[in-house]
């Protein structure tokens, strides 16, 4: 355990953690809310154990920046309600089973409606109280939502149950975050149904909120943003004005290492399983203590950045399971002890994800349990 990384707290001092930033996420959370039109209101998704951030301390810093929670496991709901989160709770996958209606129902938790046999089992069941229903609509996304021709039907049908005490009329964007954008799929849902901007309504993910504008036709009232509260950009770290730096968010997770070793080896010399990498010269290969077991992507490439005493360097052969080699021929001060961070602070988790073929969500949602998680500032 180095002084430059106090907040390793593994208990065998292994130099590896997860830090959190708690100023980032209310930071973020704050963009969020400078986006939404008048009258808006933000559902935080912290579904995916808040994109591996941890439920119940997301939800906590989260908490009073945001006007309720989005999330799709029962379990995550239910320990929500039982640390005291009294605000609304979205079940974005909806019901699966009538027993898991009632429990809805039981925690007060709003569900999506996104098939039309669900209103069926709506009305046969014997709840509580009413819920608050989110009628999901296919606009083209294709994956979750009753079909447009519906949407209008099934609206009404939802309004008249005593079962349901609100709803609200939801799609998915499929291409908020690239060329295509939001625009099409919303012409189909006004085609379908030209009155649909009477009702509430809920459209935007974090990709169409940071698009903008902020207006309720393009964004719904209720906003489910979840990427850009932790920081990382829907688009990546490739597209110009749209990195998140240039978004104005700050990285809520840092996952940080330490050279545990360091290999001088010779020309043609090769790191790691599989000899994928071959020295062309002399070089000096740091030894990481991160690998694909703690959540770090296995199918990274040797353009993957990492940041070794603050200095920008690349991924060596191959990542292994408990550790990774990159290249610090160039940074005389790399020994062992040096800072590694393998992303967070300095270095986007959008660039390591873009070198590893990925997006920074998965590398968030893979964090390994073993890694130690410590929230600071
Ligand atoms: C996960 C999810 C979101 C959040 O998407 P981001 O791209 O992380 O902002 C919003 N809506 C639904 C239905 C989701 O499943």
């Known amino acids: 355990m180095s002084e430059n990384t106090p907040f390793f707290i593994g208990d065998q001092g292994r130099p590896l953690a997860a830090s959190f930033s708690r100023s980032a996420l209310v930071h973020n959370a704050r963009r969020a809310k400078q986006l939404i039109p008048p009258g808006g209101q933000v559902l935080g998704v912290i579904k995916a154990d808040a994109y591996g951030h941890g ?15 989005a999330v799709l496991e029962l379990g995550a709901a239910r320990q929500l309600r039982q640390q005291g989160f009294d605000e609304p709770i979205l079940m974005l996958e909806g019901f699966h089973s009538p027993a898991e209606l009632n429990a ?56 008249a149950l005593s079962q349901v005490s609100a709803v609200t009329v939801m799609t998915h964007f499929a291409d908020a975050d690239n060329a295509r954008g939001t625009a099409w799929q919303l012409e189909r849902l006004q085609n379908a149904w030209p009155e649909v901007m009477v009702c509430r309504t809920s459209f935007a993910n974090s990709a169409a909120l940071l698009n903008g504008p902020a207006d309720r036709h393009v964004l719904g009232d209720v906003v489910r943003p979840g990427i850009m509260l932790y920081g990382a950009s829907p688009w990546g770290s490739a597209v ?35 000899g994928i ?28 950045p990492i940041l070794v005493d603050g200095q920008r360097t690349t991924l060596t052969g191959r990542v292994s399971m408990d550790r990774l080699c990159c ?46 998680r410590v929230w600071l500032d």
């Open 104 to 159: 809805f129902a039981a925690l007060s938790l709003s569900t999506i409606i996104h098939r039309l046999d669900q209103i069926d089992t709506l009305v046969q069941a014997n709840l509580p109280s009413p819920l608050p229903v989110f009628l999901k609509v296919n606009t083209g996304m294709n994956r979750l939502g009753i079909p447009l021709s519906e949407a209008r039907s099934a609206y009404e049908r939802l309004r």
């Open 55 to 69: 439920l119940l301390d997301s939800a906590a810093i989260l908490r009073g920046q945001v006007d309720g929670f």
């Open 327 to 372: 290249d610090v021929t160039h940074i005389p001060t790399a020994s062992v002890g040096s800072e590694v961070i393998l992303w967070g602070n300095g270095l986007p988790a959008d660039a390591v994800a873009d070198s590893a073929g990925t997006i920074a969500y998965e590398l968030f949602c893979a964090l390994a349990p073993r890694v130690p």
């Open 277 to 304: 990498f071959t020295a062309d010269r002399p070089m000096r290969i740091g030894v990481v203590a991160c690998g694909y077991a703690d959540g770090y992507p296995r199918h990274a490439t040797h353009q993957t």
């Open 240 to 274: 110009a004005g749209k990195t998140a730096v240039d978004l104005g968010l700050q990285p809520v997770m840092t996952l940080q290492s330490e050279l545990i070793a360091i290999q001088d080896i010779q020309a043609g010399e090769r790191v790691g399983y599989g």
